[in-house]
């Protein structure tokens, strides 16, 4: 079954980095797209940005362009996403997700890591 | 950017009884080209990751419950649970999937009356 494996919880401090990784399984993965969601306690969901795995074409939302990067490695299919100069505000659950495309290109999620916290504390 | 928002914030449903959940998006995300909407709905319990329920607006996922269909076209939407069941306990969301940046609805809490 498909299945996508998120690394453990990450505390930083304000500036640092973090990068999460997301391994799949059950699927090809680089027949699907990955994409990566947030969600700070008790809050919505909110959309980072996407990853075809297959060419490694990116696309972010313009509130994380410049600070935050997706990549992959295919030998051991894996995404990452790596965001950096981090504030409390970004504080959250973060998720990784697969996105199914139809004909049109548009995708929709469709299995969903089950997701790491990321706490920017000083 | 598309903005998503739903109503109720949140409703209490007897066992058994039927739960609506209204959806808009601030433009269309109906493509006339192939007359898809591409309106998705997530279900989240506490301390899970969102579960994909419908997209295409009205299109079940496979393995989920029929008592649970979408509705609607264009900006408007409708997710209706037809015989609320104690597992329904959630959250759920509208997601626009027409077009990037994808956006979420704020959600709508679902309860037992």
């Known amino acids: 079954q498909v299945q996508l494996v998120q690394s453990g919880a990450e505390v930083k401090k304000p500036g640092a980095s973090v990068k999460v990784s997301c391994k799949a399984s059950?699927?090809?993965?680089?027949?699907?797209?990955i994409n990566w969601v947030r969600q700070a306690t008790g809050q919505g969901l909110e959309w980072m940005g996407w990853?075809?795995?297959?060419?490694?074409?990116?696309g972010y939302a313009q509130k994380f362009q410049g600070r935050v990067t997706i990549t992959r490695n295919t030998s051991i299919s894996t995404a990452y996403m790596e965001l950096s100069s981090l504030r409390s505000g970004d504080t959250a659950v973060y998720f990784c997700?697969?996105?199914?495309?139809?004909?049109?290109?548009?995708?929709?999620?469709?299995?969903w890591g089950q997701g790491t916290l990321v706490t920017v504390s000083s | 950017d598309i903005v998503m928002t739903q109503s109720p914030d949140s409703l209490a449903v007897s066992l058994g009884e039927r739960a609506a959940i209204n959806c808009k998006s601030s433009?269309?995300?109906?493509?006339?080209?192939?007359?898809?909407?591409?309106l998705a709905w997530y279900q989240q319990k506490p301390g899970q990751p969102p579960k994909l329920l419908i997209y295409?607006?009205?299109t079940r996922e496979s393995g989920v419950p029929d008592r649970f269909s979408g509705s609607g076209s264009g900006t408007d939407f409708t997710l209706t649970i037809s015989s609320l069941q104690a597992e329904d306990v959630a959250v759920y969301y509208c997601q626009q999937h027409y077009s990037t940046p994808f956006t979420f609805g704020p959600g709508t809490k679902v309860d037992i009356k």
């Open positions: 295409w607006a009205s």
């Open positions: 059950g699927y090809t993965f680089t027949n699907y797209d």
């Open positions: 990853m075809n795995p297959n060419s490694g074409n990116t």
């Open positions: 433009q269309t995300v109906l493509d006339s080209s192939n007359y898809k909407n591409y």
């Open positions: 997700a697969r996105g199914r495309r139809d004909s049109s290109g548009r995708e929709y999620f469709d299995s």
